[in-house]
């Protein structure tokens, strides 16, 4: 597929705001923009990694999962899904999947640097849920715990298209597998900065309210302390940001 530099890249942007240098003129544009009138967008594009940091330790380490599935993994930075699952667990084996080029040229790099035979990527759209599904099953047994994380990827949904997406991917995990999420909440400055990026041309974002994001979880078992602003989730030493209103909410739970 080639890559359209013409038009902003959510993958892309967000590299933009975390200080990487996988992004084009379009990108930055609309990125600085947008930062312009919501300055805490990068701050919650960090919480959002770290979250995922402290996601997938917990589902690697109390979890006991050894399967995962990051859908919208973005350009990689560091501590990526598999080196946090494999740095507790060596066996872990990790799918990843993004529609952006860069990224499929990056995940290239992961998957030589990887124990081979524990890393894939599939180049899929989540829009299209059960090949993504399909694609990840040759490496991951869905008859066995897999989490799947959705962070940062599921307000580039329609409402008229989550509900379907998030069925199917639970109709598809067996018991003892986790969902993990975080989205974009609409508060705070986060709905004067979408309607920028609406305006952009880029993939329209939606945003929800809380109790939205929280039902995305619906059916499964939450885990501890439940839907929260992404620092708020389980913070360790690490966590930064613990003082601030961070409008992006996360968590995660297991099919039971």
Known sequence: MPIDTGVPHPARVMDFWLGGKDNFAADRAVGEQIVGGAPILPIVMRAERQFLGRAVGYLAGVGEVRQFLDIGTGIPTAGNTHEVAQ????????????????????????????????????DADLRNVRQVLEGASGL??????????????????????????????????????????????????????????????????????????????????????????????????????LELDVPQYGGLARKT
């Open 140 to 241: 991951l047994d869905f008859s066995r715990p897999v989490a799947v994380t959705l962070l940062g990827i599921l307000e580039f949904i329609a409402d008229d298209q989550v509900a379907e997406i998030l069925a199917v991917i639970k109709e598809a995990l067996s018991v003892g597998s986790y969902l993990a999420v975080a989205s974009s909440a609409s508060e705070g400055p986060l709905p004067a900065a979408a309607e920028l990026w609406n305006s952009s041309g880029a993939t329209p974002i939606t945003l929800r309210t809380a109790a939205q994001i929280g039902a995305f979880l619906d059916g499964l078992e939450v885990v501890s302390p439940g839907v929260v602003q992404l620092p708020q989730w389980r913070p360790d030493a690490s966590t930064e940001y």
């Open 87 to 122: 740095a507790i667990a060596p066996d872990a084996k990790v799918v990843y999947v993004d529609n952006d080029p860069i990224v499929l040229s990056h995940a290239r790099a992961l998957l030589v640097a990887a124990s081979p035979g524990t890393v894939d990527y599939i």
